[in-house]
């Protein structure tokens, strides 16, 4: 199914709409990738130490008052580029982990109309999926800025989406944020456990940043797997748990 199609996307008309109705800015972006870092940064490490990253990226303005409005996309790239400079790589992918995941959150809660929220999860995967890839290509000048977005989805039993991004004004090492946002959309909107692989980088010297979006088995609940050991376990006399008789 194309990510184009007109019937699929109309079935988000209502989210963003008062966005969408005024078109793609060049070189602007939404304002969620400044947000939720921020929030995700004082979550972690304090409000001080937040502040100090934002003034280092020229941010500081927004500490007190959140942007509401589309940004300009140097603003987001360069809070990125104050984060990995001001903390070791492995804190930095787990802030902007977390700022992702925020951000699907978010936008789950206030971008997705309520309907869509309610009937995506209960539809079999592979067509969620592709409503979702289809929404998210409607809406992708919001994330993406200057940089142009492809999506699309294989397979019906086992369905896997593959999503791109050429030119990709917010790439990182990795991408945690990116690949946390999906992570955090598919997994809510699918009610599938997600695996989200990140095989092609812009900022590792790929042509694009590329995501593969597959199921993946969830793992087994602890509570369950200690219970199974208590059975298979002897006690010091070496009596079986009643559980086991």
Known sequence: MSTSDRGVA????????????KGPCPARIGPNAVIQTGQALASRYGS??????YE???LARYLGNPPHAMIDER??????????????????DHVLTDAGLRTAN?????RIPPRARKLLPKLPSALASRLLVSAIARHAWTFVGSG?????????????VTLSIKANPLATPGC???????QGLFATLTATHVAVVHPRCQARGDDCCEWTIKAATAPRPLVRKSREAAIDRPDREGRRSPASR
């Open 10 to 21: 109309s079935f988000f008309k209502h989210a963003d709409e008062a966005d969408a109705a």
């Open 48 to 53: 001080g130490v937040a502040r100090l990253i």
């Open 56 to 58: 280092a990226a020229g």
């Open 75 to 92: 603003e987001p790239k360069a809070l990125f580029t104050a984060l990995r400079q001001a903390l070791p790589a492995q804190e930095a």
């Open 106 to 110: 978010y936008v789950v809660e206030n």
């Open 148 to 160: 142009h977005f492809e999506g699309r989805v294989r397979g019906w039993r086992k369905p896997v």
């Open 176 to 182: 945690p944020w990116h690949g946390a946002v999906f």
